[in-house]
């Protein structure tokens, strides 16, 4: 047995304070396998240390919440006896250091979190963050890692999702300089099931048989939650930790589906988790832990790829498509035969016992025997010291960027939006979703391309609305304000489909927690979170927290991103982004006109500011939650009546961006003045591409338009009449001065062809387009 030294200690990346910790508990020196357990589930990402104490800020209670954070998925009822499971989790690390397994094997790690739970998974979104693919005075020397990392990251989740039979329905991508060398890969998955067959990770049942089944286990991903997803980068780590990452197959886990779900039937399972983070070691401690009971295995009995394996790999191993079961004693044959059925490993190593801790032998010879609650709810909890970075950015937009904003004349302007169009964060993301299989199980209303997904519950009139959306700049200018703004635009993307949000998951996204200012921007964050989900009535029923999103000191901007579920009581009762005709009135529902003052301020957060004078001042907008609720009321109600034909949100390039978009799709051109839009005295630049929140553009048909306007009354929300749709070409005025003209399959054309020219075009040798 090794000694256990200080060095070996550190290698484990536990600080001295830990270690101690560990020998008051033990009473005695750990052996190496023990060493090991403690460093997994003591570990940032398994035992959430540094966020605890901050996350009981987040409403987890609702009408709808039917089980809410500490279970592997959250469950919401969707009435009719049927509930949704969903949750978001990252897999940034691994995705650095390989990117096509890391993103797959995050596509796998959240499928199983769902059927875990006794649903069928059948959706996922992603939500991406990566270094910027353009060369540019904006861009970055890492230009082509850049792409390389794009292309491997969405063949990753290509793969593992098409493989496994379930579509990806859309996300969002951003390009930013701060993701150089840590992009984020966050999956969202949802699934449905019967709410009478929701099944928990709970050990149940001194003597139930403890079984393992699934993929044999290998040595791949040994330490991925301690040692790759609790500490940050140097920049020579990505080639040493690649074997700290998972391979996975999709064409196992879609066995492993069927089987779990058909062996659930027959009544004979307790409980099942997967074993995904630490792996053997998280699904028997947690499993007892959560029923006041204790696990005892062998691991001689557990399926291995290869020979020779420790105990320590054994327990820290993280290869994938892996579940442990508890059934019924008795009932252990019923459940092997189901799997032997499906041709997959099914092996009875342990039991379930009443005294709570986890006991692991191998070959007769205890090797580890620890109480669950230290590996739990007793692992340390810490309240990091919390301070406010220094400012490092103006309040003001600089002298010179101030007289180029001034200055834009309706050629610039029209010149402006074609950039904007083309910038990678706002073009189209065909190039990428065109991988995807987005149509698979035939449920799929609305896929990539809308503000929010849409999904038919099959043997109902409803459906399943599913939004992901985050912006680490405005979270970054003020954590709180862009916290509210990311729950407020995520519902507002479910809510212009026509659907009612019901709850919220989320992943947050940060560098390292030992800092001050990291910790400050945390809960910062989470307050903004918790006012902004109470408000809009979207409790959290769970979801991830991603530290150490930091190389060489160097960290990712503050990235929360909220994935909104919403329920829409008749499916074809619901909206697009597209106009769908000439003649149609367009109004713009909610805002308000901001002071000049203020105007100046936000604007520098938005994406014009970003993209076309690389600059970064002010805070982002703020939103006052009250009127947004309102707003997106206002809104479900207008389509519920059939008197709105398109919504669409406007958001990242603001209002020009938003007209532009719900051109493309059908060709349908639009006239719009800004008459409303120009009384803070402004350049057309703000009207343009600010991003103030609690705005959509409606499309109305002429004899709607009177009775739209008296609803939105009634919400106290403000409905303009902006302009008409028709013609070929986008064109917008302020006080009828033309600022903005431009023939709608140009601007198409930009859109549609700009990422892949990014992507591909230069690291190809193929001509860039114009």
Known sequence: MPQITAELVEQHNLPPEEY?????????EPTITELG?????????????SSRVHLKRLPTRGKAVLQGPGENAGVVDIGGGRCCVFKIESHNHPSFVEPFQGAATGVGGILRDIFTMGARPVAVMDSLRFGPVMPGAHGSPHVERNRRIVRGVVSGIAYYGNCFGVPTIGGEVVFERCYDNNPLVNVFALGLAQRDQIFLGRAGGPGNPVIYVGAKTGKDGIHGASLLASAEFSGADGQQKRPNVQVGDPFL???????????????AVVGIQDMGAAGLTCSTCEMGGRA???????????????????????????????????????????????????????????????????????????????????????????????????????????????????????????????????????????????????MVRTNTVIGPGGDAALLRIKETAQGLAMSVDGNGRYCFLDPRRGARLAVAESARNVS??????????????????????????????????????????????GGNVSFYNETEGQPIYPTPVVGVVGLLPDVKRHTTLAFKAEGRTLLLLGGTTAPADEAKVTFGSSQYAHTLLGALWGLPPDVDLDYERNVQACCRELIAKGLVESAHDISDGGLAVCLAESCFPNGVGASVDLLSEAAAGLSPVYSLFAEDPSRIILSVARNSVAEAIRIAGQYKVRAVEIGITGGSDLKISQKEQGVLDAPVLELRALFDHALANAIEGEASGLPVEN
Not at 20 to 28: A, P, T
Not at 499 to 525: D, Y
Request: negative net charge.
């Open 496 to 541: 212009v489909t026509g659907a009612e949000p019901l709850a919220a998951t989320n992943c947050l996204n940060f560098g390292n927690p030992e800092k001050s200012a990291i910790m400050w921007q945390f809960r910062e964050v989470v307050e903004g979170m918790a006012e902004a989900c109470e408000a809009l009535s979207t409790p959290i029923t």
């Open 292 to 438: 006041g009971t204790g696990i005892e295995i062998e691991l001689d009995r557990v399926p291995q790829r290869e020979s020779g394996m420790t105990p320590y790999e054994i327990m820290l191993s993280e290869s994938q498509e892996r579940m442990l079961l508890v059934a019924q004693r008795g009932r252990e044959q019923e459940v092997l035969a189901v799997f032997r059925k499906w041709g997959l490993d099914a092996v009875e190593i342990g039991t379930v016992i009443e005294k709570p801790l986890l006991r692991v032998k191998q070959y007769g010879e205890t090797v580890a025997e620890i109480p669950n609650q230290a590996l739990t709810d007793e692992a340390p909890v810490y309240e990091r010291p919390i301070a406010a970075p220094p400012r490092t950015v103006p309040m003001e937009p600089p002298p010179e960027v101030e007289g180029v904003l001034r200055s834009r004349g309706r050629e610039q302007l029209t010149d402006d939006l074609k950039k904007l169009l083309a910038d990678p964060t706002i073009a189209s993301k065909r190039w990428i979703t065109e991988q995807y299989d987005t």
């Open 253 to 267: 886990e879609k066995l492993l589906l069927e089987a779990c779900l058909e062996v659930m039937q027959t009544g």
């Open 20 to 28: 101690r910790r560990i020998l008051e508990i033990m009473g005695r």
């Open 37 to 49: 357990i403690f460093s997994v589930m003591w570990s940032e990402h398994c035992s959430y240390k």
